[in-house]
């Protein structure tokens, strides 16, 4: 993913009694509830409702958790007749906003295929997106691009799915990469036996190795991409940190495999059969190409921002065709099932792992659709308090008393520090200004100035009030606050957070001074030319409170 060029640039301008040393007073203690959605379904995969948390048992690392907080979000239309209710146990409607973003891997895409899938979202555009529900759409195409910001107008938002439908998409030139491999394979493989017996001696071996390089150089170009895509979505996701309600990525896109090019190391293998005396080299060579590592990442950033990912394959329907893009291949249904397994993999593990679904090689996106609108309509949320608040990823397993009835929910929960939260939520408020927080920002910007032929600098001032928590230190109250920065381009792309922690040291005597006005300062930010959102975070270093600001920033001629 493009990072946004910025670059920020402190320059502090406080009362002079703020000093550069702080040492350690409190040691902060929070407590933290995790929550898990989870949607519970009977054989056929109709919603349940009525339950309690009663109904439920929820494990970390195996060890069982009682349940703290619960609440049902409950489709309207259910009857309730012979359903038990409880309306203390029904999500308020703060808690029922849904919050998606449509990511489409355009790069991937055959444009028929992509057509039925946008199809089908018009067709239960309705069921996914209701009044209160805030939704964007993000495509790719080896760059991440933003057509349409977090938004609640459902007509803002159809109008960008509609221009995505529009685009040219990538999935026919990856075809045509792949033949133009084969066909310049086979070239080799004909030149080869068309020289006399003598002269074709070493010369298959040599056909063969030379195959093998080009294919790691098609499969070095697939990984590159691919991986560069995973960072895009975890940053999509990251989007959606501090906020409440349920939130979920509707992936559409027909390549996220495991292991790129492993399909072209198993043509070359087969094609090759006969012709050298060599041992298979697809596993091993694919091997050094696996993108499992960065993906398990992205679901698991997803399960640490509890964000279900539904995984739909567009695949080219010509896929798998002895005809496909005029090749004369006789249909090899390994390398076929490799190829299409390579990707289904990821996608179903990804799904498994967030509680969500993949749809993989299917025609019924209507199939696909309707469960993502069933299940943001039908869910519980089941809420338990961790035993520690240590780094690191827990397993999280959900069960429901009656073993008749299908559960799904994240299965993993990520422990973040109160720096990763922060960070995130920094990311997140660049996008949206839904991020919830104690303290009020002023932000304000002046004008841009070019600072060479691609560079502007940009003047910030901000400020807040000078309540932050102090405490006693002998004859001295001492405290600080840490600022955090990131800044996003018009395209989604963004910078790297940045912070500056300013300790604040100052005599009891000094305190009314400080107190009798704003904390300001101000920085300069270094960006591209074009539109920008700068996101701005403050945390009081002792009582842990924060606050969030975001703001436009316009680097351009007049």
């Known amino acids: 993913m493009r990072r946004a060029a910025a670059a920020v640039l402190f320059t502090l301008s406080l ?48 060890k069982p958790q009682p349940v703290t907080n619960f609440y049902e979000v409950r489709p309207e239309s259910v009857n309730t007749s012979n359903v038990p209710t409880d309306d203390s146990t029904l999500a308020p409607a703060e808690m029922r906003q849904r919050r998606i973003i449509f990511f489409i891997d355009n790069a991937s895409l055959h444009p028929l295929k992509r057509n039925e899938v946008f199809g089908s979202i018009d067709k239960f ?20 691009r933003m057509v349409c910001g977090f938004t609640d107008d459902p007509a803002r938002l159809r109008t960008a799915l509609g221009k995505v439908a529009r685009m040219s ?47 790691r150089a098609y499969a070095d170009d697939l990984f590159f ?22 939130k979920v990525m509707v992936f559409v896109g027909s390549q996220l495999p495991d292991k790129p090019g492993m399909d072209m190391f198993q043509w070359v293998d087969q094609t090759f059969v006969g012709k050298v005396q060599a041992t298979p080299v697809a596993f091993r060579e694919a091997g050094r190409f696996s993108l499992a590592t960065e993906l398990e990442k992205v679901a698991r950033q997803a399960n640490a921002n509890n964000v279900t990912m539904y995984m739909i394959d567009g695949a080219d329907p010509t896929k798998g065709s002895a005809a496909e893009a005029g090749s004369q291949d006789v249909l090899d249904p390994t390398v076929d099932f490799m ?47 961790p035993a520690d608040d240590k780094p690191g990823d827990r397993k999280i397993v959900v069960k429901t ?42 932000l304000t910007t002046g004008q841009a100035v070019a600072f060479d032929k691609k560079r502007w600098k940009v003047p910030v001032r901000i400020s807040f009030p000078s309540n932050i928590t102090l405490l006693p230190d002998g004859d001295n109250l001492v405290g600080g606050f840490t600022v955090y920065f990131a800044v996003i ?37 270094m960006v591209a030319a074009g539109e920008h959102y700068l996101s701005v975070g403050i945390v009081d270093d002792v009582a ?7 703001t436009r920033v316009a680097a351009r001629l007049p």
């Open 489 to 525: 381009d018009e395209n989604g792309s963004m910078s790297a957070v940045t912070k500056k922690s300013q300790p604040v040291k100052l005599p009891r005597t000094a305190e009314p001074a400080l107190r009798s006005k704003p904390i300001a300062f101000t920085a300069e930010i």
């Open 169 to 215: 998409g990538g999935g026919v030139q990856m075809n045509v990469d792949k033949e133009r491999l084969k066909r310049e394979v086979e070239a080799m493989i004909a030149q080869v036996q068309s020289m006399g017996r003598r002269s074709a001696v070493g010369a298959m071996d040599d056909a063969y190795q030379q195959s093998l390089s080009m294919t």
């Open 544 to 550: 842990s409170s924060a606050g969030y600001a975001r």
């Open 339 to 385: 190829d299409f397994t390579n990707t289904a993999n990821m996608f179903n593990s990804m799904a498994k792992m967030t509680g969500g679904i993949a749809l993989m090689r299917t025609n019924n996106f209507d199939l696909a659709l309707n469960t993502v609108a069933r299940d943001l309509g039908a869910y519980y949320s089941l809420g338990y308090r």
């Open 15 to 62: 009362l002079p009694s703020i000093a550069s040393a702080q040492q350690k007073l409190v040691e902060t203690i929070e407590v933290r509830v995790t929550n898990v959605d989870v949607v519970v379904t009977d054989k056929k995969g109709n919603p349940i409702v009525g339950l309690n948390k009663d109904d439920f048992e929820i494990f970390e690392n195996g």
């Open 125 to 144: 555009f309705d069921k996914l997106f209701q009044p209160g529900d805030q939704a964007m759409v993000v495509t790719w195409n080896r760059g991440l």
């Open 225 to 246: 991409n691919e991986k560069k895509l995973s960072e895009a979505m975890s940053t999509m996701i990251t989007t959606l940190a501090g906020l409440e309600g349920k």
């Open 401 to 442: 008393k009656n073993p008749e009835f299908r559960v799904r929910s994240r299965t993993t929960y990520v422990a973040k520090s109160a720096e990763e939260t922060t960070a995130d939520r920094v990311v997140s408020n660049a996008f949206h200004s839904q991020v919830k927080g104690e303290i009020p920002i002023t």
